[in-house]
């Protein structure tokens, strides 16, 4: 039972755009949200969070939103990068106990020069 | 500041052997978690040591195992190996393996059982 959900396994955005990768969750537990960037042969490094108080995260180029009410998150890359082709994961967990981080199967997202 | 460390970085087994992989966490942390990531199933938790206890468990069969030494290094053990365990394992260090801290990933070890 996939608690995560990607439903795009992939994306393709051209230079410059906006990309926007979404994820689904139905664990009503879950009250934080990451996203993590993973390159072919590396380890996932964490991209950004959002907690559940709140509806929406910037970091530079990149913005997560978070619809509680839809169980939804997404997130916003603007302007996509060459660089930023990798697979994304979402994930999620409930913060109040020990880790345990349950992730979605990941979008490959390529942005085209 | 040194990474993740995991080693080997790739095993080929077969069929019913056991396998041992082995990681190092990062300088000063000491929560050491494990994921299994396939194609189709994204990562996995497998489990979650601190101080040398298992705090937490994902849904695995009782052939998957770890254990956590003093000095925070881990090791994951597969026994009567199966096709399906054909994966990338990815050993994760924080702090604390508390709360919201973040995650930091090792390379993972690409096991192939033939």
């Known amino acids: 039972d996939q608690q995560v959900k990607q439903n795009s396994p992939s994306l393709s955005v051209q230079e410059g755009r906006i990309s926007i990768l979404n994820c689904d969750y139905t664990?009503?537990?879950?009250?934080?949200f990451l996203w993590y960037k993973k390159y072919p042969a590396e380890g996932p490094t964490f991209l950004i969070s959002?907690?559940?108080?709140?509806d929406k995260n910037e970091d530079g180029r990149f913005t997560v939103f978070l619809n509680k009410s839809a169980k939804h998150l997404s997130l916003h890359i603007v302007p996509s990068q060459p660089g930023d082709s990798a697979v994304y994961f979402c994930?999620?967990?409930?913060?109040?106990?020990?880790?345990?981080?349950?992730f979605g199967i990941g979008t490959k997202l390529q942005v085209i020069p | 500041k040194a990474g993740v460390t995991q080693t080997p970085r790739y095993l080929i087994k077969t069929r019913g052997q056991q396998v041992t992989l082995s990681c190092s966490p990062i300088?000063?942390?000491?929560?050491v978690s494990w994921y299994q990531q396939t194609p189709g199933q994204g990562l996995q938790f497998l489990f979650e040591?601190?101080?040398?206890?298992?705090?937490n468990k994902g849904n695995f069969p009782g052939r998957f195992s770890g254990r956590q030494f003093s000095n925070s290094r881990s090791e994951m053990n597969v026994s009567t190996l199966e096709l399906g365990d054909s994966a990338l394992y990815l050993c994760?260090?924080?702090?604390?393996?508390?709360?919201?801290?973040?995650?930091?990933f090792g390379s993972g070890t690409q096991l192939s059982v033939l």
């Open positions: 994760a260090s924080s702090l604390a393996g508390t709360g919201t801290e973040k995650l930091f």
């Open positions: 664990n009503s537990m879950f009250d934080y």
């Open positions: 959002i907690s559940s108080i709140k």
């Open positions: 994930a999620a967990m409930d913060s109040g106990g020990y880790q345990k981080v349950t």
């Open positions: 300088s000063g942390h000491r929560s």
């Open positions: 040591y601190f101080s040398e206890t298992q705090r």
